[in-house]
């Protein structure tokens, strides 16, 4: 009778079984995320409700940036002598409805990559990213017309204002359309589910704050030149 055929005896990791008996123990895949399928960029052992509420602790600090600009120049502006009305150009309501539309288009991206629709996904997703650089060009274009009128930064405390406020949060929205641009050039990743989803919400918190925000500084410059 021929011997029998020795085998290598297997791995502690090849014979680890499952809590649910269905065999090996398989290591979750690297790059982020968690068993529900929501992408995480603090690692699988992260739960992705902590991404969100990085993102909320982010947004307070903006906010606290935000409110202290309000209150140095409201208070500045109750004192100085030399405070002249800086008229606000007209392309900021242009502006405006700009960024409130790529909300909505960023919320048809978010609903179409929920029910599988791929292409719409990507479509509203390019949308989105169009208006926000629309938006950026347009306070661009606002900045040149104030300075074609001979309003400049050091003008007087209102331009100081109009231009610190502005500049600031067009920083923050330029570092959001970062993130859409991450979203657009991943956006089949995501589909697939390489790339988890909670990025498109992360993503999303942060580009809505951005448009209250705007609201918010529009009526405060628009109530300062009245």
Do not use: C
């Not at 991404?51 to 906010?63: N, Q």
């Amino acid at each position: 009778m021929p011997n029998a055929v020795s085998l290598p005896p297997l791995s502690p990791a090849e014979i680890k079984l499952s809590d649910s008996g269905k065999g090996p123990e398989t290591p979750p895949p690297q790059g982020g995320g968690d068993d529900f399928g929501n992408w995480n960029p603090m690692g699988w052992t992260t739960p992705a409700a902590a991404s969100r509420a990085g993102i909320y602790v982010g947004l307070a600090s903006v906010s606290m940036l935000f409110a202290s600009l309000t209150g140095f120049f409201l208070l500045h502006r109750s004192v100085a002598r030399n405070w002249v009305y800086t008229p606000l150009p007209s392309i900021l309501y242009l502006n405006t409805l700009m960024l409130a539309t790529s909300s909505v288009t960023l919320e048809r991206a978010r609903a179409a990559l929920r029910s599988d629709r791929s292409r719409a996904f990507r479509g509203w997703l390019y949308i989105t990213l169009g208006l926000g650089a629309a938006f950026l060009g347009g306070q661009v274009s606002a900045w040149h017309q104030l300075a074609a009128a001979g309003v400049y930064l050091a003008g007087n405390p209102s331009a100081a204002f109009f231009y610190s406020v502005t500049g600031a949060h067009g920083l923050h929205v330029a570092g959001g359309l970062t993130a859409l641009g991450y979203l657009v050039l991943k956006a089949r990743q995501i589909e697939w589910g390489l790339k988890r989803r909670t990025v498109v919400d992360v993503t999303r918190i942060y580009w809505h704050f951005m448009g209250g925000l705007w609201v918010y500084l529009l009526a405060l410059l628009a109530w300062l030149q009245a």
